[in-house]
């Protein structure tokens, strides 16, 4: 096949005759002249090709890369075009800029700006590039002898006029710089070096106007340089001009959609101009780009929560708070956006750093007063409402302000709901919430006045009428009641709350059926009325098991066609827990999800249910995630408390209390702090802690309890039985039943101690722990009778160890062999390494000759190791038995004896060796 075809099916672009060096240059300088940049750096690097040591294709190439801004291209071919001999004089001009757009500071200043060939103006451009890299690398010394050389040059460049500003920038005298510079532009207006430094020193000396102008002409001679578009856009955004920003953003953000300058830009465009959602997307990808600087953060926040979404609003907004000066309105932002999600205790941090100088700030402290509340948080409550009542001065304002400080017991609430009635008399919500103020503060007399007031304002509204029937039924005034029932009926006959006031008549009157009849009314409009089915199982429970179940089935019935209604199914469970159904009341709440989200009242129905099933480990797991999620809630801390007690987790009882104690101050958890530290023997904080206890809790018996505990550990003997008394004559419980036996033993009063026990074992034989403690204390006195009562506890507590061993030795002891064996088996079973128990197995097996077998026990724990010098000398006797004298010999050796009697014994072994 001839070669040209072989070319020509390889695909080479040039065909079969090769184009000279010359030729490519040629069709290179013509493409270039067209502005074909492409084509031209193509027949330029086709040139190359041809002869790489040739230096003018480079530098042509590198001059074209130049002008079409690719500045490290050219600064590489430019480089090389010196390196193969081109004229130093062509290259060192192109090449400067080149460095002077790349950055290449080092390289700039190891210029030589005085290349011989190179003009007066070349140097002077050259020099004043030098002079900026100087600059930039902080060599001032440099510098100024740069300046002092470059005036000695004969030009009229400009560059020589901007190098003698540059000594006043080097000086840091702006002002002086500006006014030269300014000449400058007048000479040369569209030099882009002169309108760089112009607009840099307008943006030095605080002129930003000046700035926007001079880089907008910059960016209109030289729309190329992107560099110098984004500090213009830079400029008017942080001078609030965004709408003229948007033209310089757009075209760049087609060009560059995942740039993340670019998009916070965007957003913080749209943010401006209520573009919000938007604004968030924008600033979302600029974050994840790696712009996450307090001002994308903080926009960003901004425009989630005008959309609501303060779930991102929180995110973005937190991430900058700690930035943010005091009283910023971002603080407000975040704080609201955490109180809608229920982070209320991080919201009141945020608060405390609101000066409250707004008209949105009383509300806004109202709302995290309310909440903490809720949860259960006094203490950072009551700063809330402190801080509202600075502010609160309009109607609204007030009645807030009233119905959170009567939910703190304040009773200077009622004062702010007067004032806020006074100011709004028609707001019907701050009556009705006053006069339920005064109707539970017992201000009867303020409670009708009220009402009198509101029906001369509202002679029509059937509400206050309703309202002084019940204060009426409250004083027993029947006839005066039903009086002001039928002028309410006359009003609204259809009136719900008129209903249940009638309701409320009726069963005081004792008119049940009447009661009834209503409650059915109600019933027929909606069969899952949760009020009027709770009243009518009220009522049933006044009748007979059957009425109580034919309710409660129909509760069921309603359930079923409404499963999804939480009331309903929350009082399907309070029934079956008031039947003892507990098993029913679980598998009632198993679908409700154990979240925020559940009723409070869920909470305690499934706690309690599961503890009067016994299921310990799931009561544990709902009460510690009870805890987790209200930590305040005093009923979910008091349920965990009490489980904590039966499981002897003490440490962990007294981190829920002072986590607890820590936002809201109790008087009943205080005590339980001082019990649980008593517990572990921390005496002197369990006295702290009481003390600060108001004093005439110290006389409840429960306390009474806490202080015997504590006398004792103090020795203290005669003030701990004195406790223990009050305490146990209260409540008859194994604690404190052996507080007193304790507070006996301590003072040397063993047969008091003993007879006490004795009494409260006859009179609570139920009660195992105190059973048990009298079983060991008759083991010396009546072994017969001991044995007949841990006879009767191995019924209750099958597997209880000290039951089974002590049992058994009672069995051994009385000769019931057959008896004793199979409990010692199970009491080693349970605690193999014992040595009690093992001794006692052994000597049982010892009487039934079984020798080896009651050896091999022995052998399974450390002989040398336990305590008992009894158990000890039994092995010993038993090695006698088993005819291993030697190592009788050695273990009798091997042991000192303390007491008389156990020495006489291993001496009597001995004479038998």
């Known amino acids: 096949m001839p070669m040209c075809i072989a070319l020509a099916v390889s695909g080479a672009l040039s065909g079969c005759s090769e184009k000279s060096m010359d030729e490519h240059l040629t069709m290179a300088r013509d493409y270039a002249q067209r502005q074909d940049t492409q084509a031209a750096v193509i027949e330029y690097k086709n040139a190359i090709r041809q002869n790489p040591q040739a230096p003018a294709p480079r530098f042509e190439l590198g001059r074209l890369y130049l002008m079409s801004n690719q500045f490290e291209a050219a600064e590489k071919e430019l480089n090389r075009a010196i390196e193969l001999g081109h004229p130093a004089s062509a290259v060192i001009p192109l090449l400067s800029q080149a460095y002077q757009q790349t950055g290449a500071e080092n390289a700039l200043v190891e210029m030589d700006y005085q290349v011989a060939g190179m003009s007066p103006q070349e140097q002077a451009e050259v020099g004043f590039y030098k002079l900026q890299a100087l600059a930039q690398l902080d060599k001032k010394t440099e510098a100024q002898a740069l300046i002092s050389e470059l005036r000695e040059l004969d030009s009229d460049s400009v560059y020589i006029g901007l190098s003698e500003a540059y000594a006043d920038i080097l000086n840091t005298d702006y002002p002086a710089a500006l006014e030269k510079t300014e000449q400058l532009a007048e000479q040369a207006p569209d030099n882009k070096d002169v309108l760089q430094q112009l607009g840099r020193l307008y943006a030095l000396t605080k002129q930003p106007a000046e700035a926007i102008d001079v880089y907008k002409q910059y960016v209109e001679l030289y729309p190329a340089d992107i560099t110098k578009q984004f500090a213009l856009i830079g400029l008017l955004i942080e001078n609030r001009r965004t709408e003229e920003a948007q033209p310089y953003v757009t075209p760049l953000l087609k060009k560059h959609p995942k740039n993340g300058l670019l998009n916070q830009y965007q957003g913080l465009i749209d943010s401006t101009l209520g573009r919000f959602e938007s604004a968030q997307r924008h600033l979302e ?3 994840q780009s790696g712009q996450s600087g ?20 929180s995110q973005h907004l937190s991430m900058v708070a700690s930035t943010l000066p005091d009283n910023h309105p971002g603080l407000r932002m975040l704080a609201d956006s955490l109180l809608r999600q229920g982070e209320n205790e991080e919201a009141s941090d945020i608060l405390n750093r609101v000066g409250g100088n707004t008209e949105q700030d009383a509300e806004l402290f109202s709302k995290a007063g309310f909440q903490l509340l809720r949860e259960g948080n006094m203490v950072d409550a009551k700063k809330m409402i402190e801080k509202s009542g600075e502010l609160s001065t309009s109607a609204a304002d007030l009645a807030r302000l009233g ?4 939910s703190v017991n304040d009773i200077e609430g009622i004062v702010n709901l007067e004032t806020a009635l006074e100011k709004a008399p028609d707001n019907v919500a701050t009556q009705k919430t006053l006069m339920a103020a005064y109707v539970s503060t017992g201000q009867q007399q303020k409670a009708r006045e009220l009402a009198k007031q509101w029906l001369e304002q509202s002679p029509d509204d059937a509400v206050p009428y309703i309202y002084l029937a019940e204060l009426a039924m409250k004083d027993n005034d029947m006839a005066q009641a039903k009086k002001l029932l039928e002028s309410a009926k006359a009003r609204a006959p259809q009136s719900r709350e008129l209903t249940l006031a009638s309701i409320k008549f009726d069963i005081i009157a004792q008119d049940y059926g009447a009661a009834q009849q209503r409650l059915e009314k109600l019933l027929k409009q909606n069969p899952a009325d949760t009020q009027a089915l709770s009243l009518l199982y009220s009522l049933a429970q006044g009748e007979s098991a059957q009425a109580v179940e034919k309710i409660q089935k129909r509760t069921a019935a309603a359930l079923q066609q409404a499963q999804d209604n939480m009331s309903l199914r929350i009082l399907l469970a309070r029934m079956q827990f008031a039947q003892q159904q507990y098993a029913d009341v679980l598998t009632t709440l198993n679908s409700i999800k154990a979240d925020t989200a559940a009723p409070v009242t869920f909470w305690n129905l499934k706690g309690q249910a599961l503890i009067r099933t016994n299921d310990v480990a799931k009561a544990n797991t709902h009460y510690k995630q009870w805890v987790n999620l209200y930590p305040l809630d005093k009923t979910a801390v008091l349920g965990k408390l009490l489980l ?24 009943q958890i205080q005590v339980l702090k001082a019990y649980f530290l008593g517990l572990q023997q921390k005496t002197k904080e369990a006295r702290r802690s009481l003390q600060e206890v108001p004093e005439q809790v110290l006389s409840l018996p429960f306390v009474k309890g806490i202080t015997a505990r504590l006398s004792l550990l103090e020795g203290n003997s005669e003030a701990a039985l004195a406790d223990a008394k009050v305490a146990y004559e209260h409540a008859q419980n194994p604690k404190n039943t052996l507080l007193v036996v304790a507070g006996y033993e301590s003072s040397g009063q063993r047969q008091q101690a003993f007879e006490f026990l004795q009494q409260h074992y006859n009179n609570y034989p139920q009660d195992v722990r105190s059973a048990l403690l009298y079983a060991e204390r008759m083991i010396s006195q009546n072994p017969a009778e001991a044995a007949q009562i841990y006879a009767k506890l191995l019924n209750a507590m099958p597997e209880n160890f000290v039951v089974l061993n002590n049992l058994a030795y009672l069995y051994l002891e009385q000769g019931q062999i057959a008896d004793a064996e199979p409990l010692a088996r199970r009491a080693v079973a349970l605690q193999p390494k014992n040595a009690e128990a093992v001794d006692t197995l052994a000597q049982i097996l010892k009487q039934q000759q079984k020798t080896a077998e009651a050896l091999s026990f022995y052998d399974k724990i450390k002989i040398e190791n336990v305590g008992s010098d009894a158990v000890y000398l039994n092995y010993v006797e038993l ?35």
């Open 285 to 287: 990808k600029a974050i």
């Open 294 to 313: 307090p001002a994308a953060r903080l926009v960003a926040g901004f425009s989630a929560y005008q959309l609501q979404d303060f779930a991102a609003a």
């Open 403 to 406: 119905v959170l400080q009567l």
């Open 644 to 667: 904590n007690d039966a499981q002897g987790k003490y440490k962990e009882a007294l981190v829920t209390v002072n986590q607890f104690l820590e936002k809201r101050p109790d008087t």
């Open 879 to 913: 090695l006698i038995t088993a005819q291993q004298r030697q190592l009788a010999k050695r273990r009798l050796d091997s042991r000192q004896f303390s007491q008389p009697e156990d020495q006489q014994r291993a001496q009597a072994l001995r004479e038998t060796l």
